[in-house]
């Protein structure tokens, strides 16, 4: 296993056991967006407060920098994958808006957040949902076995963004949609910033410019590439150089 893929490993390893704990009755709810223990990037108040009472759950299991179950306008009877399925809210949100018919899969490669994730599956009831252990980059699902694509602030922790984009087009069946929330650079991060692994692990130093990003999507396959920027993060040494994005595209 590489440096960075430990360093993510182990950060979100340990994510979900304080996800755990500050979810038990009577505890505080947890920070969001990506880093467990650093500020707030944009996904705050992204998801209706009716759907997660459906579901038992809070923002609270949330790392995310926005909510892609939105963004991707799911319908009864498709079949979705959540790439880096973490505590799995997105995916259970989407399996009861695809429900009947449909549902939803989460792959995640952290045994404390695929465990993480079935006892929130099983306390929401929903039936209609699988977490799979596995990497972004080597889905365990056939080729063209899916409608849509959504992901969570994930995406830009691989090391090899291109190789995660073209496994979406892979499992996606033609006509289906990518609809991803996730960090990008909007200027360029000071190079101490980009080396670092702690960065990286948080959402930080492992993004890359929308340009980049775009091509990667195009390269893969990809049409219809769309960016729309809903918040950036100033923490300090950053200041706006990093913005959570909605990302769009289409398989032919």
Same mark, same amino acid.
Request: net charge negative.
């Given at each position: 296993m590489s440096e960075v893929r430990e360093a993510v490993r182990s950060r979100y390893a340990n994510?979900?056991?304080?996800?755990?704990?500050?979810?038990?009755?009577?505890? @505080?709810?947890?920070?969001?967006?990506c880093q467990a223990d650093g500020p707030d990037c944009g996904c *705050?108040?992204?998801?209706?407060s009716d759907e997660l009472k459906a579901i038992g759950l *809070?923002?609270?299991v949330s790392l995310g920098c926005g909510n892609p179950t939105a963004l991707a306008k799911l319908e009864p009877g498709q079949i979705v994958l959540d790439l880096g399925s973490g505590a799995g809210l997105d995916v259970l949100l989407s399996a009861r808006r695809v429900s009947p018919g449909g549902h939803a899969y989460g792959v995640d490669m952290t045994d404390e957040m695929l465990e993480l994730a079935n006892r929130n599956k099983e306390s929401s009831s929903v039936t209609n949902a699988t977490f799979l252990k596995g990497t972004i980059e080597n889905v365990p699902?056939? +080729?063209? *076995?899916? +409608?849509?694509?959504? *992901?969570?602030?994930?995406?830009?922790?691989?090391e090899d963004k291109g190789a995660v984009?073209? &496994? =979406? @087009?892979?499992?996606?069946?033609?006509?289906?949609? @990518?609809?991803?929330?996730?960090?990008?650079?909007?200027e360029p991060l000071d190079p101490t910033v980009k080396q670092?692994? +702690?960065?990286?692990a948080g959402c930080i130093s492992g993004t890359i410019?929308? +340009?980049?990003?775009?091509?990667?999507?195009?390269? =893969?396959?990809?049409?219809?590439? &769309? @960016?729309e920027i809903h918040a950036t993060e100033n923490a300090p040494g950053i200041d706006g150089k990093v913005g959570s994005a909605y990302i769009r595209a289409r398989k032919p």
């Amino acid at each position: 296993m590489s440096e960075v893929r430990e360093a993510v490993r182990s950060r979100y390893a340990n994510a979900a056991k304080q996800i755990a704990v500050i979810n038990a009755p009577g505890s @505080f709810p947890a920070a969001g967006c990506c880093q467990a223990d650093g500020p707030d990037c944009g996904c *705050s108040g992204s998801y209706a407060s009716d759907e997660l009472k459906a579901i038992g759950l *809070s923002e609270s299991v949330s790392l995310g920098c926005g909510n892609p179950t939105a963004l991707a306008k799911l319908e009864p009877g498709q079949i979705v994958l959540d790439l880096g399925s973490g505590a799995g809210l997105d995916v259970l949100l989407s399996a009861r808006r695809v429900s009947p018919g449909g549902h939803a899969y989460g792959v995640d490669m952290t045994d404390e957040m695929l465990e993480l994730a079935n006892r929130n599956k099983e306390s929401s009831s929903v039936t209609n949902a699988t977490f799979l252990k596995g990497t972004i980059e080597n889905v365990p699902l056939p +080729d063209a *076995s899916v +409608d849509v694509v959504i *992901s969570n602030c994930v995406i830009n922790l691989a090391e090899d963004k291109g190789a995660v984009i073209k &496994e =979406a @087009f892979r499992v996606l069946r033609p006509g289906g949609r @990518f609809a991803v929330a996730d960090m990008v650079e909007l200027e360029p991060l000071d190079p101490t910033v980009k080396q670092a692994l +702690d960065a990286w692990a948080g959402c930080i130093s492992g993004t890359i410019p929308i +340009d980049e990003y775009r091509a990667a999507l195009v390269g =893969a396959g990809f049409e219809n590439a &769309e @960016f729309e920027i809903h918040a950036t993060e100033n923490a300090p040494g950053i200041d706006g150089k990093v913005g959570s994005a909605y990302i769009r595209a289409r398989k032919p």
